[in-house]
Nanobody
């Protein structure tokens, strides 16, 4: 059974930074892609970033240049460094894991709230 546990969310002022972590267990981590998604109140969940098991990264246009995703395969942990945060970044952030590299995200964490005040 795969478990993904996010941490690091909280309240921050606009322009500030937060670092989210996603600890994975129960499945080979190093051969999976890890993703970050977010869902703002009243909106659909949207893609934020993806990092392949080889370290290639992809970002939504809305976060390019401000967010950086990384992973530590030895610690089975993925990260999302969020800088220059804006009020519109306020959302519940979820991490996800694919079953195979390049595949769909099939495992999801419980989410962590990020609130950016203006």
């Amino acid at each position: 059974q795969v478990q993904l546990v996010e941490s690091g969310g909280g309240l921050v002022q606009a322009g500030g930074s937060l670092r989210l972590s996603c600890a994975a267990s129960g499945r080979t981590f190093s051969r999976s892609d890890m993703g970050w998604f977010r869902q703002a109140s009243g909106k659909e969940r949207e893609f934020v970033s993806r990092i392949t098991w080889t370290g290639n990264t992809y970002y939504a246009d809305s976060v390019k240049g401000r967010f950086t995703t990384s992973r530590d395969n030895a610690k089975n942990t993925a990260y999302l460094q969020m800088n220059s945060l804006k009020p519109e970044d306020t959302a519940v952030y979820y991490c996800a894991q694919s079953a195979t590299t390049g595949g769909k995200f099939v495992y999801w964490g419980q989410g962590t709230q990020v609130t950016v005040s203006s």
